[in-house]
């Protein structure tokens, strides 16, 4: 946890350092629209926000329905696992009654001869 913190108030004072060197003052042309004095700083945080922003919502469909798939096959696995263990029990229950059935027809079998 101290680590985290530590690592967090690095990143903080970076950014500090990196807002106090870049807050020359500049005029942004956006189509038709001219925007002046924006300090550079903020030019920058805005296109990695609207970055992040737009590739956000292009993965997160993505990855929900990933997540939906996991979920089902995850389902279907273990109903399949269930349907196998019950199928062995079986089985294995089975080849106990007929393991039965022999020794009693072979005790039967040899009752006969006497």
């Known amino acids: 946890m101290q680590a985290v913190i530590i690592f967090l108030l690095f990143i903080a004072v970076l950014l500090v350092i990196f807002t106090?060197?870049?807050?020359?003052e500049i005029?942004?042309?956006?189509?038709f629209w001219e925007i002046s004095n924006v300090p550079v700083v903020l030019v920058?945080?805005?296109?990695?926000?609207?970055g992040y922003l737009?590739?956000?919502?292009?993965?997160?469909p993505l990855?929900?329905?990933?997540?939906?798939?996991?979920?089902?096959l995850t389902a279907t696995?273990?109903?399949?696992?269930?349907?196998d263990y019950n199928f062995e029990v079986k089985t294995k229950k089975d080849v106990a009654k007929e393991k039965e059935?022999?020794?009693l027809?072979?005790?039967g079998y040899l009752m006969d001869e006497d």
């Open 54 to 60: 737009l590739t956000a919502i292009y993965y997160y």
């Open 105 to 107: 027809h072979v005790e």
């Open 27 to 31: 005029s942004v042309n956006i189509f």
């Open 77 to 83: 696995s273990l109903q399949e696992e269930e349907e």
């Open 63 to 72: 990855v929900w329905k990933l997540k939906r798939e996991l979920k089902q």
């Open 20 to 24: 106090l060197q870049n807050a020359t």
């Open 101 to 103: 059935d022999k020794d």
């Open 44 to 50: 920058i945080i805005g296109c990695i926000i609207i």
